[in-house]
Each structure stands twice: as C-alpha cells, then as structure tokens.
Nanobody, 116 residues
Framework: QVQLVESGGGLVQPGGSLRLSCAAS????????MAWYRQVPGKERELVAR???????KYADSVKGRFTISRDNAKNTVDLQMNSLRSEDTAVYYC??????????WGQGTQVTVSS
C-alpha cells in the first residue's frame, strides 16, 4: 500500500522561503513521476512542478526561477524548495506520485500561507 506524507508547510512572509517534503512508502517510487500540485478554494488543482524518473523537470510558469523540485530515490522523498514566496502562492500543496494510470497516488495536503 502506497502512502504519501507531506511536511513543511506553514506561514511565511512575502519574499520568504519554505521547503516542502513528501515521503513515499512502497516500492514504485524510483519508477514514478513525482509532482507537487496546489489548490485554492474555488479553483482547480494546478500543477506546480514535476520531476520524472529520469530527473527531467517541469514547472508552472508562475513559479519558474523561484521553486525547485528535487527527488532522492534512496530515501523515497521529493522536495519542493520555494523561494521568493508571494501571496498568490498561498494554497494547499499536494504531493502526487504517478507510475501509471493505475498507480496514481496523492498525499493529504499541507497548507502554505504567504502573508505579512
């Protein structure tokens, strides 16, 4: 059974930094694409960043140059380093692991609030 557990969310002032981490159980991690999504009330969940099994990355235009996604296959973790945070980055952030159309898993979410 696969579980994803996020950590690292919280309250930060504009311009500040946070680092989110997602720990995955199970044995499919190294073959899966890992991603961070975010969602605000009333809006659809949106992709923030993705890192493939070959370490190729993709970022939403709104976070390019500010956020960095990384993975550690030895620890089954994926991190999201968020710098220069803005109020519009406020959202619940979700970790996603996808190895196939069947093997698609979500974490419970962690709140990030950017406010002075």
């Amino acid at each position: 059974q696969v579980q994803l557990v996020e950590s690292g969310g919280g309250l930060v002032q504009p311009g500040g930094s946070l680092r989110l981490s997602c720990a995955a159980s199970g044995t499919i991690f190294r073959n899966a694409a890992m991603a961070w999504y975010r969602q605000v009330p009333g809006k659809e969940r949106e992709l923030v960043a993705r890192i493939g099994s070959s370490y190729n990355t993709k970022y939403a235009d709104s976070v390019k140059g500010r956020f960095t996604i990384s993975r550690d296959n030895a620890k089954n973790t994926v991190d999201l380093q968020m710098n220069s945070l803005r109020s519009e980055d406020t959202a619940v952030y979700y970790c996603n692991m996808r190895a196939s159309t069947i093997d698609d898993y979500w974490g419970q979410g962690t709140q990030v609030t950017v406010s002075s």
